[in-house]
Each structure stands twice: as structure tokens, then as C-alpha cells.
């Protein structure tokens, strides 16, 4: 069983940056891709941005590319969201994702990073909102 807890959500003013993280409660968790979704009232939950198990590649959205960074520790079992620039459509809940465990005989990032049906555990989700 993995659980993952976010943390980070608020209100910020367009143009502005937060941070979000969220902690893993898993053992082996350098073996799991970690990735972020969100997901606005009455819309479907969409990829953000994912980071594979050493953190040496990054998967992101169009809608957030050059403005999100997504990095982990896995010394502290966390992965983090780094939003700048923040837009009001960017309002929503965003979840943290877990996709594995995984070997190097079955793991491949570029195929897996950003197809939300293949994480297999969830958050429970921190809302950001940002006014205009």
C-alpha cells in the first residue's frame, strides 16, 4: 500500500508562485515515477507534470511548461511542484500520483510519465486557487 499526502494548496494572486509537495508513506520509492494532475470543477483530471526515479527526467503539459518544476527528494520521500506565474485558469485541485514500483526490465518513462490511467495510487488532493 502507498499513501501520498499534499501540501501547499491556498488563494494566490495571478502572478504569483507556490509550492506544492507531497510526502510518500512507501517504501522503495525511488522506484516509482511521481506525477502531479489536476483537475477543475467539471473537467476531467489532467497531467501536470511528472519526474522519473532519480529525478533525471521531466515530463510537463503544455499549459504548464516553462512556468512548473517538479522535483523529488528521495531522502525524504517527497516529491515537489513549483508553480510561477500563476493564472486563474491554473485554479484546481491537484493531486499527487504514484506510478510502480518498478524495475529497469518494465520501466519506461517516456511511455508511462504522462498517461494518467497508469498511476496506480492518489493523493487526496490540496485546491489552488488563483484570482484575477
Known amino acids: 500500500q502507498v499513501q501520498l499526502v499534499e501540501h501547499g494548496g491556498g488563494l494566490v494572486q495571478a502572478g504569483g508562485s507556490l509550492r506544492l509537495s507531497c510526502a510518500a508513506s512507501v517504501r522503495a520509492f525511488d522506484s516509482f515515477i511521481m506525477g502531479w494532475f489536476r483537475q477543475a470543477p467539471g473537467k476531467e483530471r489532467e497531467f501536470v507534470a511528472a519526474?522519473?526515479?532519480?529525478?533525471?527526467?521531466?515530463l510537463y503539459a503544455d499549459s504548464v511548461k516553462g512556468r512548473a518544476t517538479i522535483s523529488r527528494d528521495n531522502g525524504k520521500n517527497t516529491v515537489y511542484l513549483q508553480m510561477n506565474s500563476l493564472q486563474p485558469e491554473d485554479t484546481a485541485v491537484y493531486y499527487c500520483?504514484?506510478?510502480?514500483?518498478?524495475?529497469?526490465?518494465?520501466?519506461?518513462?517516456?511511455?508511462?510519465?504522462?498517461?494518467?490511467?497508469?498511476?496506480?495510487?492518489w493523493g487526496q488532493g490540496t485546491q489552488v486557487t488563483v484570482s484575477s
Open positions: 519526474i522519473s526515479y532519480s529525478g533525471g527526467r521531466t
Open positions: 500520483a504514484a506510478d510502480g514500483p518498478h524495475s529497469t526490465l518494465d520501466y519506461d518513462f517516456g511511455l508511462r510519465a504522462g498517461v494518467r490511467d497508469l498511476y496506480d495510487y
